[in-house]
């Protein structure tokens, strides 16, 4: 009895310290980590005060344009990608004392944050590998912040091997008969897997902005395929007859781009996301095959990596937050979404 009455008074004490010390995290426009006297805010949504600033990665929807003053935390890769659409993140660090950045596995450049052993932010995270990308590296932290995109269990990805060997046979028997096939995905990150997967189909072409980001990529040391650049603003109308193969931003069907490629060379459409496992994706994209080939992670994905960091405390973010947070209560854990900071499920058409 004495020697839990000790137990007890220890884990109090423990607890008292933390709550001197401990990390605060709160929903302000970005999320703000307090720890200690420094204040970090992450991927926020606009010019940020804080001591240090974290971009996750070169999606658009976790850049802003920063102020002179910000000291940014990204990795070099994300520094060079978001320069390339626009954003200037001016002179970015990966080397701050206290801080260690891992790989995500999301997209080329992409990080994960841990500040000392307090606080753990996923950013956007892949649980698999694919192609020249790893998964999310992981370390144990008290507070885990994670994105919770696909987090229900209705969202478990296929094997990308056998979707790879799917995509083949379908692209195969497009050709067979003549047929052009256009693959469509964000520009940056998924465009590159499916040059890197499916580019031995020749004519290839890349749109514009994929052909950039493809640039920056090769510039990293991942050197895709060269393909013929199309733009689509003006070439749309020289493509040859015959079987081809386009790598392409998502874009509806229904756009007057892809109903001009459908009418005027028969080509098939064929889309790429995570949220294909849904029912009416296909017709809500208008296209006329699509497959889950998605950049983070599924279900159980999510479930092992708080698992792996081991918290006391988990705040969600993104897609299903509640969900998961309320899946994760019932495994334990304190659990809640960062709600302020929420990005609405219809966002991932503009995920670009
Ligand atoms: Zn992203």
Redesign the pocket.
Known sequence: MAGLQALDRLIIERRDSRSDLGATVTANGGIQVDYGKTRFMLDPHGAAKADYVFVS?A?V??MHNPSKSEKIIASAATTELAKARGYDLGATTEDVEGVELLDSG??LG?RAIRIADEVFYT??ASGRARAFLGKCKTRQARILIMETTYGVPDYTFPQTAKLVKEVNSLIAGAYDRGVPVVLMGYPL?KAQLLAYFFSSWAPLYYSSNVAEMNRVHAENGIDLKRGTHFDPRKDYDSLPHGPWLLVSPMSSGRSRLMSHLKKKYGAILVAFSGWALGSGYRYTMGADYSFPLS?HCDYQELVKLVEAVSPETVYTVHGFAAEFASDLRKMGFHARTLGAYQSSLTDFAR?A
Do not use: P
């Open positions: 990665h999606h929807d976790h999301h997209i992409s950013g956007d990150g950049d995920q």
